[in-house]
């Protein structure tokens, strides 16, 4: 590869140039250190897989939200609905972790998460504000909070709970969890 084709290839690629010894004369590639094409559409498909699951619960609070007292009903039991917003807001932020780059225990990771699930909380109960049959209560944002926490760092440090959050639905339907 010589002349023209060198020159496309170094082109085509991008990055630093690279002397290329090997082949005879005095061609001269580009080695990449972007990431390939293929690998970006790959990334961007996995980062959209997991970017569904936290869309369709936040359309589900939404939804729930904007009923009243009425529907959708829970037990009657005091304070069930802070119990409520800590387990589902826990699995938002838990949602919200599983979609953010990063390593497991990544402290940025985590305050993203965080954030993202508070600032929905606080939406959640501005909204509930304008509904004349719902009321807005402060401590429910802090139920949000505890439950983010809580959930992240189980999720972190909790391999089965991990391992369940990685299994298809279906899979989990015949109770035939991920393995390791």
């Known amino acids: 590869m010589s002349g023209h084709g060198a ?3 170094a082109r085509l690629s991008g990055g630093q140039e690279v002397p290329s010894s090997n082949l005879g004369g005095p061609t ?9 094409p293929s690998r970006l559409k790959a990334r961007s498909l996995i980062s959209l897989r ?9 359309a589900t609070i939404a939804w729930g939200s904007s009923f009243d007292k009425s529907s959708p009903q829970g037990p009657d039991l005091d304070y069930f609905d802070k119990v409520a ?14 979609w953010l780059p990063g390593g497991l225990r990544s402290s940025k990771r985590f305050a993203w998460a965080f ?3 508070i600032v929905y909380g606080i939406v959640d109960e501005w ?5 004349p049959l719902r ?10 909070g505890v439950g983010a ?9 909790w391999r089965f709970y991990r391992r369940v959050l990685e299994t298809p639905i279906l899979d989990l339907l015949r109770l035939k969890i991920a393995p390791d």
């Open 85 to 98: 917003h800590f387990f589902v807001f826990g699995l938002l932020s838990t949602l919200w972790y599983r």
């Open 7 to 9: 020159a496309w290839l």
């Open 149 to 157: 926490i809580v959930a992240i760092v189980v999720y972190c440090r």
């Open 127 to 131: 909204i509930q504000s304008y509904n």
């Open 135 to 144: 009321t807005s209560d402060p401590m429910d944002i802090v139920a949000d």
């Open 28 to 36: 001269i590639f580009r080695s990449s250190t972007r990431t390939p």
């Open 115 to 117: 954030a993202l699930t």
């Open 50 to 58: 997991f970017l569904i699951p936290p869309i369709a619960l936040l």
